[in-house]
């Protein structure tokens, strides 16, 4: 147990809805990162907070967004969801401020399926 | 363009086999590589990090080793729990994010 919390675990949904994925961090964490990961892809980075304040951005598209609330609980929010954005969602957590260098811990995902 | 190239995608072995995955990377200023265990349907997990060419570490059946250009996860001696698909991942020098590699599928038969 990594100590990152998700939920929900598994969120299954129609094409044009929104959803928002929640995430806890480990105790002690001000590091958020947000991750994608389909079969043909790979992990791919969303976004990163730290400490309330986006910090980074990278394949992120404009449909979703995210922010990070002061007790340290992120969420991110799909909106008008295609078949594509069916994926694992993971959440990172870690010690690290602006610069990701230290190690990132995992949250154990949420599933969407987009039908 | 920073890039994590891992192989083999695949690697099937029997128990006590003994075997080394490779992740070859291309990072502006490399600041840290990653290696990460992930079973299906579940998060990555945590294994090791190494910050420079030389650096090695280990756990248990595990050891990583770092160059200039490539790292190495040997596992000596596997046994089927050890299937998993391995991740590495590698952060530059701008610090925003891990670029991860496409992982190896082990798979280990008794």
């Known amino acids: 147990d990594s100590g990152v919390t998700q939920t929900p675990k598994h969120l299954i949904t129609a094409t044009g809805q929104r959803v928002t994925l929640r995430c806890s961090p480990r105790?002690?964490?001000?590091?958020v990162y947000w991750y994608q990961q389909s079969l043909d892809q790979g992990l791919q980075f969303l976004i990163h907070?730290?400490?309330?304040?986006?910090?980074a951005k990278g394949n992120i598209l404009e449909r979703f967004s995210a922010q990070q609330f002061p007790d340290l609980h992120s969420e991110l929010n799909l909106s008008s969801l295609e078949l594509g954005d069916s994926a694992l969602y993971f959440c990172?957590?870690?010690?690290?401020?602006?610069?990701?260098?230290?190690?990132?811990?995992f949250g154990p995902g949420t599933r969407l399926t987009v039908l | 363009e920073d890039q994590v190239t891992q192989s083999p995608e695949a690697l099937r072995l029997q128990e006590g086999e003994s075997s080394s995955l490779n992740c070859s990377y291309t990072?502006?200023?490399?600041?840290?590589l990653f290696w990460y265990r992930q079973d299906p349907g579940k998060g990555p997990e945590f294994l090791f990090t190494?910050?420079?060419a030389g650096e090695e570490k280990e756990k248990e059946r595990l050891k990583a080793t770092l160059t200039k250009k490539e790292s190495f996860l040997h596992i000596t001696a596997p046994k089927p729990e050890d299937s998993a698909t391995y991740l590495c991942?590698?952060?530059?020098?701008?610090?925003?994010?891990?670029?991860f590699g496409k992982g190896t599928t082990l798979s280990v038969s008794s």
């Open positions: 990072v502006s200023g490399l600041r840290g």
């Open positions: 990172a957590s870690s010690v690290s401020s602006g610069r990701s260098y230290n190690e990132q811990f």
């Open positions: 190494l910050y420079s």
């Open positions: 907070y730290y400490n309330g304040e986006e910090r």
């Open positions: 105790s002690g964490d001000l590091s």
């Open positions: 991942a590698a952060v530059n020098q701008a610090g925003t994010a891990l670029i």
